[in-house]
């Protein structure tokens, strides 16, 4: 994986500019403190251990929402997008369901499920599901015409074009659609912890709210927006390793 | 016994409009033709016809195992080159692959995708592909319309080798007048939409690609030119 230097270099520019801008007084310490009493408010946090369980509930949250969501939204996009009276039967109902903002759903499921992890999880699906799905419904109507002619002269079983053209033919978009859901799943799992925690890092900064303490804050908001970029590129690496082809799919080469 | 694998009676295409029409033509076991004549007159359309890719009326008599290459590659990137190659199969052989493989001049590059190919040996592999499955009929479309003339050249002396150690019948549509001469035992001139006349091909196989120097070549290149 190359190191994206000047993409590193802005940021540790942003970080100097931030520092100068709070010695010299531009920014006023206690509603933006500076990043070194940040990172500072960091260790503390991670001394005492709190910032790691936050860490780690709202990655177990996100990665369960983000699985089962994900493959629902595989599963209802190839039949979905194969099977035409399935599509013409369910599509209305789920495209007026995919309308609404996810985080409107919240409220209702706290009043189904309560605040536990269920209602967390179910919201984190449901809102990865509809990328994910309008992504795959996509790579499977338009799969390239000369794939569907082969499959025609040399495949034959359902089953074998399932595994051997259909799901593979289909990746590229899946995989937009699944990078789509990560970010889908951090953002829902910030709001849904927002709403109704006891961890997690939404649960931190909802905490530090109250408190009034802009650094945790800061804290909880950089470590959230570094792990779905983390999460993001993981996802990548790991895609490209695994099907090194994915490009030459989408050239149609 | 009849000796014909393919037969084809009064055969009609319409898409939007009339593709073919009346189309009749009869091929032997064993026989390589070729179809020749100008862009839009059904060329292609009379192979997916054959091969069930399109809807038609009228009759076509031929085997179930058919292989078909096309114009452009058709590889599955997402395949390297043996999974192409065995694509057809119900259950992969791998020593009938290794020598599929080995017949176009592959080896060694087993593992590598069709991203990592060259375009004759993607064309390679899409003829490979088509015989693994042992047809009893192989439909080649332009299968080297898109190679640069000395790829073309080399694949079409390779193509008929090929073909001639295998003894598979073979339709093969293409606009080079030249080279459905070299691989072919008869030539079809098609022209509005049905077959127009049919050419027999004299010369002995194997056939070595410097025939197309000869005037007798020539010849003939002229007359199926002149039909066309």
């Given at each position: 994986m190359k190191i994206n230097w000047k993409g590193a270099a802005f940021i540790i520019l942003i970080l100097l500019f931030w520092q100068g801008g709070s010695i010299v007084g531009i920014f006023n310490e206690s509603l933006f403190p500076s990043p070194l009493k940040v990172f500072s408010t960091f260790l503390d946090l991670l001394y005492s251990g709190e910032i790691l369980v936050d860490i780690s509930t709202s990655v177990w949250r996100v990665i369960v929402g983000l699985v089962v969501g994900s493959a629902l939204g595989i599963i209802f996009g190839l039949l979905v997008g194969r099977i035409f009276w399935l599509d013409k039967t369910i599509s209305l109902t789920l495209n007026i369901i995919r309308a609404?903002?996810?985080?409107?759903?919240i409220p209702l499921m706290i009043i189904w499920f309560?605040?536990?992890d269920n209602a967390k999880l179910i919201e984190i699906a449901f809102a990865v599901f509809f990328p994910v799905w309008v992504s795959t419904v996509m790579g499977v109507k338009s799969i390239n015409e000369n794939y569907l002619r082969i499959a025609r002269i040399f495949v034959k079983s359902r089953t074998q074009f399932l595994c051997k053209v259909l799901i593979p033919a289909t990746i590229p978009f899946i995989t937009n659609g699944v990078r789509i859901g990560i970010a889908i799943a951090f953002i829902m799992a910030f709001v849904s912890e927002l709403a109704g925690a006891s961890s997690g890092l939404g649960y931190r900064i909802a905490y530090a709210q109250i408190i009034y303490r802009a650094d945790i804050m800061l804290v909880a908001l950089i470590i959230l927006g570094l792990l779905a970029a983390a999460t993001d590129c993981a996802f990548v690496y790991s895609y490209t390793q695994i099907f090194p082809w994915v490009n030459s799919v989408s050239k149609g080469e | 016994m009849s000796n014909e694998l393919v037969s084809i009676k009064c055969l009609g295409v319409k898409f939007d409009g009339i593709i073919l029409e009346k189309v009749f033509l009869n091929i032997k076991k064993g026989e390589f033709i070729s179809i020749v004549g100008k862009?839009?007159?059904?060329k292609t359309t009379l192979l997916n016809a054959i091969a069930r890719l399109v809807n038609y009326s009228g009759e076509i008599r031929s085997p179930q195992e058919i292989g078909m290459v096309f114009q452009d590659h058709s590889l599955f990137p997402w395949m390297n080159v043996e999974q192409n190659i065995s694509l057809g199969l119900e259950q992969s052989d791998s020593n009938a692959i290794s020598k599929i493989i080995k017949s176009i001049g592959l080896i060694g590059k087993e593992k590598k995708y069709p991203c990592e190919l060259s375009g004759g040996q993607r064309q390679r592999v899409a003829i490979g592909r088509a015989l693994a499955i042992k047809p009893r009929l192989l439909l080649l479309d332009e299968p080297f319309v898109n190679l640069d003339t000395f790829t073309k050249l080399g694949m079409q002396e390779w193509m008929a080798k090929l073909l001639d150690e295998n003894k598979i019948t073979t339709i093969l549509v293409t606009h080079d007048i030249e080279e459905a001469i070299l691989l072919s035992d008869k030539c079809y001139v098609m022209k509005n939409k049905r077959m127009e006349e049919e050419f027999l091909i004299p010369f002995l196989k194997?056939?070595?690609?410097?025939?197309?120097?000869?005037k007798e070549f020539q010849d003939l290149k002229q007359k199926i030119l002149e039909r066309c």
């Amino acid at each position: 994986m190359k190191i994206n230097w000047k993409g590193a270099a802005f940021i540790i520019l942003i970080l100097l500019f931030w520092q100068g801008g709070s010695i010299v007084g531009i920014f006023n310490e206690s509603l933006f403190p500076s990043p070194l009493k940040v990172f500072s408010t960091f260790l503390d946090l991670l001394y005492s251990g709190e910032i790691l369980v936050d860490i780690s509930t709202s990655v177990w949250r996100v990665i369960v929402g983000l699985v089962v969501g994900s493959a629902l939204g595989i599963i209802f996009g190839l039949l979905v997008g194969r099977i035409f009276w399935l599509d013409k039967t369910i599509s209305l109902t789920l495209n007026i369901i995919r309308a609404l903002p996810p985080v409107a759903i919240i409220p209702l499921m706290i009043i189904w499920f309560g605040i536990g992890d269920n209602a967390k999880l179910i919201e984190i699906a449901f809102a990865v599901f509809f990328p994910v799905w309008v992504s795959t419904v996509m790579g499977v109507k338009s799969i390239n015409e000369n794939y569907l002619r082969i499959a025609r002269i040399f495949v034959k079983s359902r089953t074998q074009f399932l595994c051997k053209v259909l799901i593979p033919a289909t990746i590229p978009f899946i995989t937009n659609g699944v990078r789509i859901g990560i970010a889908i799943a951090f953002i829902m799992a910030f709001v849904s912890e927002l709403a109704g925690a006891s961890s997690g890092l939404g649960y931190r900064i909802a905490y530090a709210q109250i408190i009034y303490r802009a650094d945790i804050m800061l804290v909880a908001l950089i470590i959230l927006g570094l792990l779905a970029a983390a999460t993001d590129c993981a996802f990548v690496y790991s895609y490209t390793q695994i099907f090194p082809w994915v490009n030459s799919v989408s050239k149609g080469e | 016994m009849s000796n014909e694998l393919v037969s084809i009676k009064c055969l009609g295409v319409k898409f939007d409009g009339i593709i073919l029409e009346k189309v009749f033509l009869n091929i032997k076991k064993g026989e390589f033709i070729s179809i020749v004549g100008k862009s839009g007159v059904g060329k292609t359309t009379l192979l997916n016809a054959i091969a069930r890719l399109v809807n038609y009326s009228g009759e076509i008599r031929s085997p179930q195992e058919i292989g078909m290459v096309f114009q452009d590659h058709s590889l599955f990137p997402w395949m390297n080159v043996e999974q192409n190659i065995s694509l057809g199969l119900e259950q992969s052989d791998s020593n009938a692959i290794s020598k599929i493989i080995k017949s176009i001049g592959l080896i060694g590059k087993e593992k590598k995708y069709p991203c990592e190919l060259s375009g004759g040996q993607r064309q390679r592999v899409a003829i490979g592909r088509a015989l693994a499955i042992k047809p009893r009929l192989l439909l080649l479309d332009e299968p080297f319309v898109n190679l640069d003339t000395f790829t073309k050249l080399g694949m079409q002396e390779w193509m008929a080798k090929l073909l001639d150690e295998n003894k598979i019948t073979t339709i093969l549509v293409t606009h080079d007048i030249e080279e459905a001469i070299l691989l072919s035992d008869k030539c079809y001139v098609m022209k509005n939409k049905r077959m127009e006349e049919e050419f027999l091909i004299p010369f002995l196989k194997p056939r070595n690609s410097k025939l197309r120097y000869s005037k007798e070549f020539q010849d003939l290149k002229q007359k199926i030119l002149e039909r066309c």
